[in-house]
Every structure is written in structure tokens, then in C-alpha cells.
């Protein structure tokens, strides 16, 4: 019988938990991410976390069957800028890996920054929504907002090619105001194209050699189970414990690399 792995085995349990943070208040990035760098370099750890942590988003989009379809008119307008900005994003990592491990602490401050926020949007969200109703399926806003939103969206898809911890609460923060619907059709829209995004990512990490497999493949299956188990959790637990924990790990993690980094 080989020896355990241990290394291995650390890593697939911050892929589990990162999936359940995912299914219940998001931020698995921000676990996936440190561990790998641990053992491979920033670029390759990015790419290797994004294709770990795809397949669990992948499956969040499929059980958003429904709401997808009733707002697929504005999804399909919003696809096409995520998936050439998420491209454009990863692209800039792999031609330029230094500045990236460079911009590493700041990735990871920005995402912390963008979980205290998601509180405040959300309750912000929610009392829009208790307010004005249940709003028409196909709200068309205006043809300037359109294009604000579409080049809003393509530098939220650059970002989220790039790193992508936090990508979800910046697409919640503005599709509140586009007319998509209530909170379900926003989460909806949200996962979708945060999986566009990562796939267009994944292409060109797998492109220029920016995944470790014998870590991403086994990352991902446990990531996968890890999304099931919190989907379940968070039907009883409170998102918001969660996310103080996803917080409090990433202001942590951003001192850390800055002293690291820069110490």
C-alpha cells in the first residue's frame, strides 16, 4: 500500500471546504488558491484552483434550470462579454507571471474587501425586492444601460480571468438594478456567468500549461462533493457565520502574502 499522500490529502480538503463556501456564501477561491501555492508557483496555482473549483459551478448553473430560462434574453447578451473578457484575464497571467505573483496580496485584499460588502448588497437587494414586487420577466432597460452593463461586465470577466475571488458580489451589486428579476433569477444569472468565465479562463490556463492535473482532477471531485454537502448545510446554517469566516481568512491571507511578499 503507497504512503498517503498528505500534501495531496490537504488539498483536497481545502477544495471540500471551498465548494461548500461556494454553495453557501462564496469565497472557496480564497482557500484553493493559498494551499496550491504552497506547492506550485501563483500562475499555476490560479489556473489549478480555477479548474478545480469549475466543474462545482458548472453544476450550480444546471440547477438554475428554471430562472435561467426566463431571463435568457439578457443572458445571452452577457455571455459573450464574460467569455472574452475571462479570456483576456487569464491570457495577461500567463504573459506575465511575475507581476501576477506580484499583485497576489492585492487580488486577495480586493476579494476580502468585496465580502464585507456582499452583506450590505444583499440586504440592499432584498428590500428592493420586498418593495417594488415581483418585477416583469423581461424588463428591457434602456440602450444606454445596456452598454454601460455589457462593458461593466467585461471588465468584471478581465478581472475574474485574472484571479476571480469575488466576481459573483460585483455581477450581484449592478444585475439588482438591470430589471433580471428577483434575487433567484440574479443568483442564476450570477453562476452562469461565472462559469463562462472560467471556462474561457480554463481554455487558455490549459493552453499555456498553468494546471497541475495530478492535484486539479482530485480537487475537483472533492470540490464537487464539498458544493452537495453545503448546499444541504445551508439550508440550516446561517450564511452570514460563513461568510465572517471567508472574511476574517481573507483580510488574514492578504497580510500575510504583503508580508511575504514585500516583508
Known amino acids: ?20 463556501m461556494n454553495s453557501i456564501a462564496g469565497g472557496g477561491t480564497l482557500l484553493t488558491f493559498p494551499a496550491l501555492t504552497t506547492v506550485v508557483s501563483a500562475a499555476v496555482a490560479n489556473g489549478t484552483s480555477t479548474i478545480a473549483l469549475m466543474p462545482g459551478s458548472l453544476a450550480g448553473s444546471l440547477g438554475y434550470r428554471k430562472e435561467l430560462w426566463e431571463c435568457r434574453r439578457f443572458v445571452l447578451k452577457m455571455i459573450v462579454p464574460s467569455l472574452i473578457g475571462g479570456y483576456i484575464g487569464a491570457d495577461l497571467v500567463g504573459r506575465d507571471k511575475e507581476t501576477f505573483a506580484d ?86 444569472v450570477k453562476t452562469f456567468l461565472a462559469t463562462g468565465i472560467n471556462a474561457a479562463a480554463a481554455v487558455v490556463f490549459i493552453r499555456d500549461g498553468l494546471v497541475n492535473w495530478n492535484y486539479a482532477i482530485p480537487m475537483a471531485v472533492t470540490a464537487i462533493v464539498g458544493g452537495y454537502v453545503g448546499a444541504r448545510v445551508a439550508l440550516r446554517l446561517p450564511a452570514t457565520y460563513v461568510r ?14 504583503f508580508i511575504r511578499r514585500y516583508g
Open 1 to 20: 500500500m503507497p504512503p498517503l499522500d498528505w500534501t495531496l490529502l490537504a488539498l483536497c480538503v481545502s477544495a471540500f471546504l471551498a465548494g461548500a
Open 103 to 188: 499583485l497576489v496580496p492585492w487580488l486577495i485584499l480586493t476579494a476580502a474587501v468585496l465580502f464585507v460588502v456582499q452583506g450590505p448588497v444583499s440586504k440592499w437587494l432584498k428590500r428592493r425586492a420586498s418593495v417594488e414586487g415581483v418585477q416583469p420577466e423581461h424588463h428591457e432597460p434602456s440602450w444606454i444601460t445596456q452598454v454601460l452593463l455589457v462593458s461593466f461586465q467585461f471588465f468584471v470577466a478581465v478581472y475574474g480571468g485574472y484571479f476571480g475571488a469575488g466576481i459573483g458580489i460585483l455581477m450581484l451589486s449592478t444585475l439588482g438594478f438591470m430589471g433580471v428579476g428577483d434575487i433567484h433569477r440574479m443568483n442564476a
Open 244 to 257: 465572517y469566516a471567508v472574511i476574517s481568512i481573507g483580510f488574514g491571507l492578504s497580510a500575510f502574502y
